[in-house]
C-alpha cells in the first residue's frame, strides 16, 4: 500500500516537473523573435528570399506581407484608390495575432508608409519598428515637405512618363492610379550593387503599383481602447543606405531629423541591400532585436 503511494507520488512530481518543463518550452517558443517584413511598391513578399532564408535557418519566425494588388495578390492596382484598402493585408495580420503576442516590424521602401500605420493601430503587438531604405514620415503625406522627403526623386531621368510606366484606371483627364519603373532604368534606380541574377528576377516579378493610394496615405493614432501616445513609445531603428539612387541619403537623413528613430545604423548598399547586402543586413536586424 505504501508502495503504492509512494509511486503514486513519484508519478505526480514527474507530472508536475513535465509540466513544467513544457511550459518553459512554450515560454521559449513564444519569446523567440517574430518578424513581419512588409515590401517596397510595386514588389511583394518574394523579395524577402534571401532575407527569410537566413532568419529561418537561424531560429527566427517570419512572415512576408503581400500588400494589396502586390505579390500573389491579385487585385488590379487601378481599383485599389486608399491606402487603407492599400494596407488592409497587414493590418489583418496583425489583427489576427492573439493579444500577448508581439512582432517586430520590418519596412522597406515605401512599406515605411504600412509599417507606420500600423504602429499607430496596433502598438501594444509591436515591439520594435525597422526601416530600410524607407519613407519615414510620422504623419505620412501631409505637406509639401513630406512628398519632397519621401517621394523618389528621378527629375533627372526626366518627365514621370519617361521613368514610369503609367496607367490611368479612372481615365485618361484623373491622376494616375497606377505606377512601376520601366524595365530599362529598374537596375540602375533600384538594383544597381545587386547581384545581376537578382535584379533580373525582379524585374519578371514587379507589377505596377496602385500610387493613388500611395499618395494618399494619412497616418491618425486611433486612440480607441488605448493610450494616447502608446504608438510614439514603440522603438524605432532606421537603416540608411548610402548609395541608394532611389530614397537618397540626403532624403533619408532629412526624415530622421524630422521624426528621430531610436538609433540609426549605416549600411554601405543600394536602394535594395534585401539583394545586395543580405549578410550585413540580416546581421543588423538580429543587432536590432538585441537592443531590446
Not at 514527474?14 to 509540466?19: D, F, I, L, P, V
Not at 495575432?97 to 520590418?106: M, T
Not at 540608411?240 to 541619403?249: L, Y
Request: net charge negative.
Amino acid at each position: 500500500m505504501g508502495e503504492e503511494k509512494g509511486e503514486t507520488h513519484h508519478h505526480e512530481e514527474e507530472a508536475k516537473r513535465n509540466h513544467q518543463e513544457d511550459g518553459i518550452v512554450e515560454i521559449k517558443k513564444k519569446d523567440k523573435p517574430h518578424f513581419v517584413l512588409v515590401h517596397g511598391f510595386c514588389h511583394g513578399g518574394w523579395c524577402w528570399y534571401k532575407i527569410r532564408c537566413l532568419m529561418e535557418n537561424s531560429g527566427y519566425k517570419v512572415s512576408c506581407i503581400d500588400l494589396k494588388g502586390s505579390g500573389l495578390d491579385q487585385t488590379d492596382p487601378n481599383t485599389i484608390l486608399s491606402f487603407q484598402d492599400y494596407n488592409q493585408p497587414l493590418l489583418d495580420f496583425l489583427s489576427a495575432l492573439s493579444d500577448d503576442e508581439q512582432v517586430i516590424l520590418v519596412g522597406h521602401s515605401a512599406g515605411g508608409l504600412n509599417v507606420t500605420d500600423a504602429i499607430y493601430k496596433f502598438p501594444k503587438k509591436i515591439s520594435l519598428v525597422v526601416y530600410i531604405a524607407a519613407t519615414m514620415l510620422k504623419k505620412g503625406f501631409v505637406d509639401d515637405q513630406d512628398v519632397k522627403d519621401g517621394v523618389p526623386d528621378f527629375s533627372e531621368y526626366g518627365q514621370l512618363g519617361d521613368v514610369y510606366d503609367i496607367g490611368f484606371g479612372s481615365g485618361p483627364d484623373q491622376p494616375p492610379t497606377s505606377l512601376v519603373i520601366k524595365k530599362e532604368l529598374l537596375r540602375k534606380l533600384n538594383y544597381h550593387l545587386c547581384p545581376q541574377e537578382d535584379s533580373t528576377l525582379a524585374a519578371m516579378l514587379v507589377r505596377p503599383g496602385p500610387i493613388r493610394a500611395l499618395t494618399s496615405a494619412r497616418i491618425e493614432e486611433e486612440l480607441e481602447g488605448m493610450a494616447e501616445g502608446a504608438a510614439d513609445k514603440v522603438p524605432r531603428i532606421y537603416i540608411k543606405t548610402m548609395h541608394d539612387r532611389t530614397i537618397k541619403p540626403e532624403h533619408q537623413e532629412a526624415m530622421i531629423k524630422r521624426w528621430p528613430p531610436s538609433d540609426v545604423y549605416v549600411l554601405e548598399s543600394d536602394h535594395s541591400p534585401i539583394f545586395s547586402a543580405p549578410f550585413i543586413l540580416f546581421g543588423l536586424l538580429v543587432k536590432a532585436v538585441a537592443s531590446l
